[in-house]
């Protein structure tokens, strides 16, 4: 008996110290690098306050919000919210517009944005390379609003547009009263915006490319536009499927700032997406749950979309984000 309490105390130092031996290299990083530790603090205090506290109010979407009675002093009506949305008459409306504009913008954009990258990267005047590029940045940092303003007056009758159009004998209109033209004229806008910033991430996956294999190439006869198809394009391959993957996850989250500002009733019945209908049952028809059930069900698709983008992606590429 005696021998076996000694072998226990044993086996329990050993694993005592062995725990040491696996937390002491932790304690030890902490001690050495706790500056580092200390700046991602605000990053992770930024998450929980602004990320992951609102969660709480998510609840809302399954109660007769009051603010008055608060969160939890609201009757709770279960799905009802939920299925009140799904019974609204135009639901299909606000999902059919919103894939139109998501696909349509996931499409042109990335290809523009590829496009764009191809170009600035085979330019070898580096002082016109630098200029071009500044060029095409500088849209994304003016702000929605005035954007948008600006596109108001290229669609009135004697607007831009109408102008290039009349040098193909179409008459005036105005065109963001035509329900057909809202989509193009959102995507060109978000073209002019967005294209040269979003092509910073395919132009710096293209300078990491080793410039030997394009040495090799030159050698071997060929040209760029062969060098771009077997070289460039192959080599961010990666790139392109993983931020492919995070926009199919944003897919439904379609934003409702300019279509806001570009958009009127005569045009709801291709501008009304998922997030202006939430926009207008929340901040104008005060309907708090109803909104919060119908961003619910919206975040929700996105996931699922992110979850299946992410699968098909690792299966058939083997990228994938996790």
Request: charged share 15%; aromatic share 14%.
């Given at each position: 008996?005696?021998?076996?309490?000694?072998?226990?105390?044993?086996?329990?130092?050993?694993?005592?110290?062995?725990?040491?031996?696996?937390?002491?290299?932790?304690?030890?990083?902490?001690?050495?690098?706790?500056?580092?530790?200390?700046?991602?603090?605000?990053?992770?205090?930024?998450?929980?306050?602004?990320?992951?506290?609102?969660?709480?109010?998510?609840?809302?979407?399954?109660?007769?919000?009051?603010?008055?009675?608060?969160?939890?002093?609201?009757?709770?009506?279960?799905?009802?919210?939920?299925?009140?949305?799904?019974?609204?008459?135009?639901?299909?409306?606000?999902?059919?517009?919103?894939?139109?504009?998501?696909i349509?913008?996931?499409?042109?954009?990335?290809?523009?944005?590829i496009?764009?990258?191809?170009?600035?990267?085979?330019?070898?005047?580096?002082?016109?390379?630098?200029?071009?590029?500044?060029?095409?940045?500088?849209?994304?940092?003016?702000?929605?609003?005035?954007?948008?303003?600006?596109?108001?007056?290229?669609?009135?009758?004697?607007?831009?547009?109408?102008v290039?159009?009349?040098?193909?004998?179409?008459?005036?209109?105005?065109?963001?009263?035509?329900?057909?033209?809202?989509?193009?004229?959102?995507?060109?806008m978000?073209?002019?915006?967005?294209?040269?910033?979003?092509?910073?991430?395919?132009?710096?996956?293209?300078?990491?490319?080793?410039?030997?294999?394009?040495?090799?190439?030159?050698?071997?006869?060929?040209?760029?536009?062969?060098?771009?198809?077997?070289?460039?394009?192959?080599?961010?391959?990666?790139?392109?499927?993983?931020?492919?993957?995070?926009?199919?996850?944003?897919?439904?989250?379609?934003?409702?700032?300019?279509?806001?500002?570009?958009?009127?009733?005569?045009?709801?019945?291709?501008?009304?997406?998922?997030?202006t209908?939430?926009?207008?049952?929340?901040?104008?028809e005060?309907s708090?749950?109803?909104?919060?059930?119908?961003?619910?069900?919206?975040?929700?698709?996105?996931?699922?979309?992110?979850l299946?983008?992410?699968?098909?992606?690792?299966?058939?590429?083997?990228?994938?984000?996790?």
């Amino acid at each position: 008996m005696s021998r076996f309490m000694a072998r226990m105390r044993a086996n329990m130092r050993e694993s005592k110290i062995e725990h040491r031996a696996n937390t002491t290299p932790w304690k030890k990083d902490l001690k050495k690098n706790w500056g580092l530790y200390f700046f991602i603090l605000p990053v992770i205090a930024y998450y929980l306050i602004f990320c992951y506290y609102p969660m709480y109010g998510a609840t809302i979407a399954f109660r007769d919000y009051s603010p008055a009675k608060g969160i939890l002093g609201s009757d709770w009506v279960g799905l009802k919210n939920f299925v009140s949305f799904f019974s609204y008459p135009d639901v299909g409306r606000l999902f059919r517009n919103t894939m139109i504009m998501s696909i349509v913008g996931l499409v042109v954009g990335r290809c523009a944005s590829i496009t764009l990258a191809l170009m600035f990267h085979e330019l070898r005047w580096k002082r016109f390379k630098k200029i071009t590029q500044t060029i095409s940045i500088f849209p994304h940092f003016i702000s929605v609003v005035v954007t948008c303003t600006i596109f108001m007056q290229f669609c009135m009758t004697d607007g831009l547009f109408n102008v290039i159009l009349g040098w193909f004998g179409a008459e005036p209109k105005n065109l963001l009263g035509i329900p057909g033209a809202f989509v193009p004229i959102r995507q060109i806008m978000h073209l002019w915006q967005g294209m040269g910033w979003n092509c910073i991430i395919m132009l710096a996956a293209m300078s990491g490319v080793d410039q030997q294999i394009y040495e090799a190439a030159r050698l071997d006869g060929c040209g760029r536009i062969q060098q771009m198809r077997y070289i460039t394009l192959p080599a961010i391959s990666p790139t392109r499927v993983l931020t492919l993957i995070m926009s199919i996850g944003t897919l439904l989250s379609v934003g409702h700032e300019d279509i806001i500002l570009l958009y009127n009733p005569a045009i709801y019945e291709t501008a009304d997406v998922i997030s202006t209908y939430v926009y207008r049952k929340g901040l104008v028809e005060f309907s708090f749950s109803y909104s919060t059930a119908v961003g619910l069900v919206n975040s929700v698709l996105n996931i699922i979309l992110l979850l299946l983008a992410n699968k098909i992606a690792k299966t058939v590429s083997e990228t994938s984000l996790l």
